[in-house]
């Protein structure tokens, strides 16, 4: 479901289909000048994440313990939450033209959706395996779960659609990957 029944470049059958769009990927999106087009983007979210830290640990104390140098912060940075941030931020500006900002709680609706996505794509659907006990994913709730996300990425989708075709749109989102797909559709 999540592939739209292997409709997309990485689970879709090898023929004509397939070879057209490993074409536009390598013609169009993933080309060199295409990749350089974006530096900036890449070289600000990148600084961004740097000030982020930095105004992060700020608080904290720089101990000299022979030829060690040892930062201590009252507060913990988790790298892992900060290079996925910065992941995530540069893929929406580079595909989108727009950034999806932390919400109170530390994460966008975009992180959620997507994190949700993964778990269920990692997830044990016992109907993959022997398709006559399709029926017990139905009884644990992964299909209803699985239905819901697709809806809810569907509806994510759509509105990015419709925001790149409204003409009053932020000049952020002229040349990004979703205009450049727009423009090869038409």
């Not at 983007?41 to 982020?52: A, F, L, W």
């Not at 830290?53 to 939450?81: C, H, K, R, Y």
């Not at 659609?161 to 009053?168: A, E, G, S, V």
């Amino acid at each position: 479901m999540l592939s739209y029944k292997g409709l997309d470049i990485t689970f879709s059958l090898y023929n004509e289909r397939w070879r057209e769009m490993r074409k536009i990927c390598l013609l169009h999106l993933f080309s060199l000048k295409q990749v350089n087009s974006f530096r900036p983007i890449r070289e600000g979210e990148v600084s961004c994440m740097i000030k982020k830290i930095s105004a992060q640990s700020s608080s904290g104390q720089i101990i000299n313990l022979s030829d060690t140098v040892m930062f201590l912060s009252s507060s913990i940075i988790n790298l892992s939450d900060t290079v996925m941030f910065l992941s995530s931020s540069i893929i929406c500006r580079v595909a989108v033209g727009k950034r999806y900002e932390e919400s109170r709680n530390g994460k966008s609706r975009f992180d959620e959706l997507l994190k949700e996505a993964q778990e269920l794509g990692a997830g044990l659907f016992v109907g993959d395996y022997f398709t006559t006990l399709g029926w017990i994913d139905k009884l644990s709730g992964m299909i209803s779960r699985i239905e819901k996300i697709c809806k809810d990425l569907d509806q994510f989708y759509q509105k990015l659609i419709d925001d790149h075709l409204n003409m009053n749109r932020p000049d952020s989102m002229n040349g990004d990957i979703l205009d450049l797909l727009m423009s090869l559709r038409d």
